[in-house]
């Protein structure tokens, strides 16, 4: 299981769970620097090659093709590593979009041009932000929930949030993904009300994989689906999906 952008394994807590209930076995790495207080200096530059390089060694060291779960940019990791690696299957929860698949809202395009009101944020250790986070990451949160869960982000990388944001300037393509080689089944998971990585724009990321993706939008739900009410539907739909396919 592979956790998002400001985040840690924490936000998965309850699918590892749900997953462990099932009879799998889990693993959920951190990704470099997500779980050092204070975050080193060299996060900032730290990239998706860096984060996809350290899960390649994880994935290596397991004795059989793992199945792949990842929640938003960890869903973008996640396509990455199965173009590289032997992989069993993936389910990508609300998953950031590989280089080259445009954006489909205003809200997306508005929020890759707002990074550049921080100049050279590229290579900067970017703090969560409160605002940001309550709006639009937690905002299907009970009021009463958001603030526990928004205390536990942790600083992020300039340069993987650049290379995931404004991919389109970005020329290492660092989030490329060559869709002939994931050559495993894929279930995407999308709330309605994602305005991150929203519905729309994850119908064009399934669509390069053609008829090995199967995409589904849930009802009501947001960016944070992986702990917002309901959550358990997300499991169960993820767990059932597995299952038909015997994996």
Not at 84 to 101: N, Q
Not at 110 to 128: I, T
Not at 130 to 138: C, I, Q, T
């Amino acid at each position: 299981m592979i956790h998002g952008a400001f985040c840690g394994p924490w936000s998965l807590d309850g699918l590892k769970e749900k997953f462990e209930a099932a009879g799998y076995r889990v693993t959920a790495p951190a990704l470099r620097f997500h779980d050092v207080k204070p975050a080193p200096a060299a996060l900032g530059t730290t990239g998706l090659d860096d984060y996809a390089a350290d899960l390649e060694e994880e994935i290596e060291a397991l004795k059989a093709p793992p199945i792949l779960v990842g929640h938003s940019m960890g869903g973008l990791l996640a396509q990455m590593l199965a173009a590289r690696t032997d992989v069993a299957a993936l389910i990508l929860l609300a998953p950031s979009a590989p280089w080259g698949v445009p954006p489909t809202t205003l809200f997306e395009i508005g929020a890759a041009q707002s990074m550049h009101l921080q100049p050279g944020y590229w290579k900067q250790v970017l703090e969560p932000q409160r605002d940001v986070a309550l709006a639009h990451s937690l905002d299907r949160l009970p009021k009463d929930m958001r603030d526990a869960v928004y205390d536990r982000f942790v600083p992020e990388s300039g340069q993987a949030t650049f290379e995931v944001m404004n991919w389109a300037l970005d020329m290492n393509h660092a989030s490329a993904v060559d869709s002939a080689k994931v050559t495993a089944p894929l279930l995407f998971l999308t709330g309605s009300e994602d305005r991150i990585n929203p519905p729309s724009t994850v119908a064009r990321i399934a669509a390069l994989y053609g008829d090995r993706a199967t995409a589904e939008v849930l009802p009501g739900m947001g960016h944070w689906l992986i702990g917002e009410p309901g959550w358990e539907v997300l499991a169960e739909r993820a767990l059932s999906w597995l299952k038909k396919r015997e994996l």
